[in-house]
């Protein structure tokens, strides 16, 4: 017999307090077998059939995903990461620590009985522990899809008694172990709002009851029907003009002339032309996440229309950085990167050819064509010397990695650029891969990287493609590119 459901127990020698704590749970267990719980029977013991092999919580885990927020995804995931730490945690300690026998089934009515009983040992209860780690896992990231989860993973816990298959104080030390298992994620991948940027510098921008004085551009071509949905029933007296993707900059023209704050949703790209609008008429800006990415609005934890309507009525704001470039008559400003490279030709390339073939198939096509070309997509002039380079990154704001590739801000206004290169070489994927791939600790001999506020660039080579937020345009010649620091007003929900 394996050590996992050997049910040996040495005889322990007399401890008082032991010996009564011991006495107390088998009387709690005696207790909650002869107590007639009302409309548990049909229900409990199912419920505790279905969480085994963690059943219940990959379904749960499923459908909060199906919200499809952003913070419900994360907090699906961050569930399903605490259970499986606290599942092998479980497995490989606790079960083979404490090698308790299962209680006797006699008190148990016959119904409540479990088809197929457990051989393993009683202490802890690894389906407490798995319930306690997937609703806390899920609160921490989401306290709201956590206050809905609670409710399931106490009845699970509370079934293990029900049915007869563990003591109270085993699923009181498991529900213990799995919270336990929720925190150390939390301590390993810390939550959004741990990581968020901080309040500062706080703006004065008006606030906004019910939404009167707002006049919000939504791009219709980015779906974003279910959050202006959200957004006009927190704030019911703004004013939202949805249109075509070609009209966003008139729409966002004539809006700025009438408003006493301009609102966007969609993309980075309409809200990058959003924040022109917004600084030409010095108007504070409220952004409502409606593109895929949406980088500036999930790195300003602006993630639906509750969190933004609560900032608008509330007049909560912040001042960011904004990022400016200009080469020759092109100039531009960005909120999250600007590249020069191949990514810009990736970008050009996939553009090319998604109508015909669909997006995913024409990602794949343009990243093969643009690595497989033997010329270098960039020759730039640094310090009087011309360097070939595969890409040049430049962040508003410094990026941390979480991953292969730059991840987030946790400062919109820390009055840096961030300058990452790739140089040139004779083997553009592996050059690139090993860039990605390089940490803050190890370097990458491809792979540089910089915090300036300034950057100037001569010697572009005439129609070097530059892409910005989400845009594409050419550049030529000499090209600078700096901070504005603090310069636009946004809002954004304060702790």
């Known amino acids: 017999m394996s050590p996992d459901v050997d049910l040996t127990v040495l005889k322990p020698g007399r401890h008082a307090l032991r010996d009564r704590l011991l006495a107390l749970d088998c009387r709690l267990f005696e207790r909650a077998a002869a107590r007639n719980w ?8 199912r419920l505790s059939r279905s969480a085994d092999h963690g059943v219940l919580w990959f379904a749960t885990a499923a459908a909060v995903a199906a919200s499809r927020t952003p913070r419900a995804r994360r907090a699906a995931v961050r569930g399903l990461a605490s259970l499986a730490l606290a599942s092998l945690t479980i497995n490989t300690l606790g079960k083979r620590s404490v090698r308790r026998p299962r209680p006797l089934l006699a008190p148990v009515p016959a119904a409540r009985h479990l088809k197929r009983q457990p051989i393993t040992t009683s202490f802890p209860s690894g389906h407490a522990a798995s319930a306690a780690a997937f609703a806390a896992g899920v609160a921490l990231e989401s306290p709201a899809w956590g206050a809905v989860v609670a409710p399931v993973a106490f009845s699970v816990a509370m079934s293990r008694v029900y049915t007869g298959v563990h003591f109270p104080s085993d699923v009181l030390a498991g529900a213990a172990l799995g919270a336990g298992a929720a925190f150390a ?13 901080p309040p500062r510098p706080r703006a004065e921008a008006p606030a906004l009851p019910g939404g009167a004085g707002l006049v919000v551009v939504a791009n219709r071509a980015s779906g974003s029907a279910d959050r202006i949905r959200v957004l006009r029933h927190e704030l019911p007296e703004a004013e939202l003009v ?92 960005f909120l999250n990167t600007l590249s020069l490279g191949v990514y810009p030709e990736l970008v050009r390339e996939r553009e090319h050819w998604a109508h015909r073939i669909g997006g995913w198939p024409a990602e794949v096509l343009a990243a093969l064509r643009v690595l497989r070309t033997d010329r270098h997509p960039l020759r730039v002039e640094l310090r009087g010397e011309t360097h ?64 300036v506020r300034r950057l100037r660039l001569t010697g572009v080579a005439a129609g070097t493609p530059l892409a910005y937020d989400g845009e594409v345009t050419e550049v030529a010649g000499e090209m600078t590119v700096e901070k504005l620091p603090a310069a636009l007003t946004v809002y954004r929900p304060l702790p």
């Not at 009302?38 to 013991?45: I, S, Y």
């Open 185 to 197: 994620v939390r301590r390993l991948v810390p939550t959004r709002v741990q990581t968020g940027p």
């Open 388 to 451: 070939p380079l595969w890409l040049l990154f430049v962040g508003n704001g410094v990026y941390h990695r979480m991953g292969l590739t730059p991840g987030r801000r946790t400062d919109l206004a820390d009055g840096q650029l961030d300058v990452r290169v790739v140089h040139g070489g004779r083997h553009p994927a592996l050059g690139l891969l090993s860039a990605a791939l390089a940490s803050p600790l190890t370097r990458s001999p491809a792979h540089a990287e910089a915090r």
């Open 38 to 45: 009302p409309l548990a029977e049909p229900v409990l013991p």
């Open 242 to 333: 949805e249109c075509e993707p070609q009209d966003v900059e008139a729409e966002l023209a004539k809006a700025a002339t009438r408003a006493r704050a301009l609102g966007v949703c969609g993309g980075d790209g309409t809200v990058n032309a959003a924040a022109r609008t917004a600084l030409r008429h010095g108007l504070p800006l409220a952004v409502l996440p409606g593109g895929t990415l949406n980088h500036f609005a999930y790195d300003l934890s602006v993630e639906d229309g509750r969190g933004l309507g609560r900032a608008v009525r509330e007049g909560e704001a912040v001042r960011v950085d904004v990022g400016r470039f200009s080469s020759g008559d092109r100039s531009g400003i």
